[in-house]
T-cell receptor, first 114, second 111 residues
């Protein structure tokens, strides 16, 4: 089975530009999570969806960040406008609802804002 | 969300058994304990999960005492490729799954 697929793997852009990160969860998984990882703060949960509906976005740092899940097989995390402090590795994870079901992570998008 | 505490780093040698203990004193009744492994430039990879007593799979064992306030990940006969960061997480395992990653334990396996 294909795992969680994220694109792009690397993104370098100038501050002020819009950045869109993409995620395709594992087929059949109905929960999706966006994380951010930095050396200073470790892995932080930004937002998660259940059945395409955002459940908790309390981890989203500010209004410049937004996430959507238009269907069960696709999600985006958008930053507009981007700032250098947004530089991090962004991970997407998905899981099947149910007791004992773990999250499965993609390999992340390494974002650098110049 | 239950907070976890684990050693920042550990060193071991090839062929040894490694035990990494995680403290989670305020674990809730419904919380599961999950361990992940992360290599550089990769996403965290699920290793093992348990609720109580002992769980074993082809990769590791997880020991959970009766009070569930701690857990120990046991890696038998580690190799150089087991060098990674290991995260212990505690959280609800249902539709409202919220997991908080702590700082993890950086395991260095030496030849």
């Amino acid at each position: 089975d294909a795992g969680v697929i994220q694109s792009p793997r690397h993104e370098v852009t100038e501050m002020g530009q819009e950045v869109t990160l993409r995620c395709k969860p594992i087929s059949g998984h109905n929960s999706l999570f966006w994380y951010r990882q930095t050396m200073m703060r470790g892995l932080e949960l930004l937002i998660y969806f259940n059945n395409n509906v955002p459940i908790d976005d309390s981890g989203m740092p500010e209004d410049r960040f937004s996430a959507k899940m238009p269907n069960a097989s696709f999600s985006t995390l958008k930053i507009q406008p981007s700032e250098p402090r947004d530089s991090a590795v962004y991970f997407c994870a998905s899981r099947r609802t149910g007791v004992g079901q773990p999250q499965h992570f993609g390999d992340g998008t390494r974002l650098s804002i110049l | 969300l239950a907070k976890t505490t684990q050693p920042i780093s550990m060193d071991s040698y090839e062929g040894q058994e490694v035990n990494i203990t995680c403290s989670h004193n305020n674990i809730a009744t419904n919380d599961y304990i999950t361990w992940y492994q992360q290599f550089p430039s990769q996403g965290p990879r699920f290793i093992i999960q348990g609720y109580k007593t002992k769980v074993t799979n082809e990769v590791a064992s997880l020991f959970i005492p009766a009070d569930r306030k701690s857990s120990t990940l046991s890696l038998p006969r580690v190799s150089l490729s087991d060098t990674a960061v290991y995260y212990c997480l505690v959280g609800l395992n249902n539709a409202g799954n919220m997991l908080t990653f702590g700082g993890g334990t950086r395991l260095m396996v030496k030849p």
